[in-house]
């Protein structure tokens, strides 16, 4: 099965009067499903993809290189929210085959904590802006 593919564009000045020309910044091809959400980190040089295959790609936008592929949920990838110092992502999973919040090490690619048992599929997740963690 082909990966699915996301792609980041960028509306140039140029433009702007028309919406329907952008400019490829990265295409990136590494899920097996839908990408249900993605996030930049607050340095700006990481983007974390959450997807229906259950995993999270971390691609690095300076090498232009995929990181790290995060596998721990047993449902697609809801939400993503990054630690402000760009050091922890948490994630949440879609379907209630998971039901779990899982906070990474992005620096390890490593599970830090789960959350789970909230009896429902969680739909979004958000690290407060005044903790690193």
């Not at 990136?28 to 249900?36: M, T």
């Not at 993809?49 to 990181?67: E, F, K, L, P």
């Not at 995060?70 to 630690?83: Q, R």
């Amino acid at each position: 099965e082909a990966p699915e593919t996301q792609k980041l564009l960028d509306l140039d000045d140029r433009s702007r009067a028309q919406a329907d020309k952008f400019s490829l910044i990265v295409d990136v091809a590494v899920h097996k499903g839908p990408v249900y959400t993605s996030r930049f980190s607050p340095c700006g040089a990481l983007l974390a993809s959450g997807s229906g295959d259950c995993r999270i790609s971390i691609y690095d936008m300076n090498q232009r290189a995929v990181r790290h592929m995060l596998e721990a949920h047993t449902a697609g990838i809801s939400d993503l929210s990054w630690a402000t110092d760009s050091a922890a992502l948490i994630s949440a999973s879609l379907e209630r085959g998971d039901r779990a919040v899982i906070l990474w090490d992005v620096a390890t690619a490593q599970v830090s904590r789960t959350f789970s048992g909230q009896g429902a599929c969680m739909l979004a997740v958000q690290f407060t802006p005044n903790d690193p963690n």
